[in-house]
């Protein structure tokens, strides 16, 4: 079993950057693809970004391509979402996941958090 644990959410203007974190425990971190998907009212769920278990490999939403970045410390058990120039389009709950690559579907998620974007 691997538990995770979404931080650093809220509120945030238009033009305006969030770093979201996810805390692992349990399996060993760096056996994972880690990843971050979101959810906004009404719609699907939707992949956003996704870093290999090194960090090699990072794959990202073409909405958020250029604005978003995902890394891993591996040491810390820990998997960022750095979120710049923010639309009130990214308003959504973004959940954390643990996947054994990058492109398959996840096995673990968290409990998700709320980015709320104002204009």
């Known amino acids: 079993q691997v538990q995770l644990v979404e931080s650093g959410g809220g509120w945030v203007q238009a033009g305006g950057s969030l770093r979201l974190s996810c805390a692992a425990s349990?399996?060993?971190?760096?056996?994972?693809?880690m990843g971050w998907f979101r959810q906004a009212p009404g719609k699907e769920r939707e992949i956003v970004a996704a870093?290999?278990?090194?960090?090699?490999?990072?794959n990202y939403a073409d909405s958020v391509k250029g604005r978003f970045t995902v890394s891993r410390d591996n040491a810390k058990n820990t998997v960022y979402l750095q979120m710049n120039s923010l639309k009130p389009e990214d308003t959504a709950v973004y959940y954390c996941?643990?996947?054994?690559?990058?492109?398959?579907?996840?096995?673990?998620w968290g409990q998700g958090i709320q980015v709320t974007v104002s204009s």
């Open positions: 870093i290999s278990r090194l960090g090699r490999t990072r």
């Open positions: 349990g399996r060993t971190f760096s056996g994972y693809a």
């Open positions: 996941t643990a996947s054994k690559t990058p492109t398959q579907a996840p096995d673990y």
